[in-house]
């Protein structure tokens, strides 16, 4: 029930209204009566070419023979259908995110300011940089001398020189 059109994705008028268990009619009529409520980013009725589309892609709207092509809604779309729809799933669903949206309240007033905590960790972290910055500079220094490869040793003693093979070296 979620098509993606326009880079957005989207709600069509007539699974939400059988989500919200209204008729499309009642649905799409209490959109017009508060049409200020649902600016682009909310809602957006279809093209030709969208719905020519979609019609095409999908066997379930083959059979659909509406005079008007259908409405597509976001996410905040489909949250706002759910204040101005007056059926008693409608009335479930918005009393869910009023509930959700009061907790999400409470629990940020909670939380101590914690941009003023990054603020002061951040100044507590320069100062100790500054304050340390030649031991973290010698630090840095010796990881990276045990990261690089050691120069090859010398051998010492006797071996065998690959290109006389039996000869003996003494490196």
Request: glycine share 4%.
């Amino acid at each position: 029930m979620i098509y993606e059109i326009r880079g957005l994705k989207v709600m069509l008028d007539r699974d939400l209204a059988k989500l919200y268990e209204v008729e499309i009619k009642r649905l799409n009529e209490a959109v017009k009566r508060n049409f200020k409520r649902f600016p682009p980013e909310f809602m957006f009725q279809l093209n030709d070419v969208e719905w020519t589309n979609l019609r095409s892609q999908f066997a379930t709207f083959s059979g659909d023979t509406r005079k008007y092509k259908p409405f597509a809604f976001t996410e905040h779309g489909i949250l706002m259908l759910s204040s101005v729809l007056n059926s008693d799933k409608a009335i479930e669903v918005n009393i869910q995110i009023m509930k959700i949206f009061v907790h999400m309240r409470q629990y940020a007033l909670s939380q101590p300011d914690t941009n003023a905590q990054i603020a002061e960790l951040r100044k507590l972290l320069l100062l100790y940089i500054e304050k340390n910055d030649k031991r973290v500079n010698e630090i840095i220094l010796a990881l990276n001398n045990l990261i690089e490869q050691p120069p090859k040793a010398k051998k010492i003693g006797f071996g065998v020189n690959e290109k006389a093979p039996g000869y003996l070296s003494s490196g």
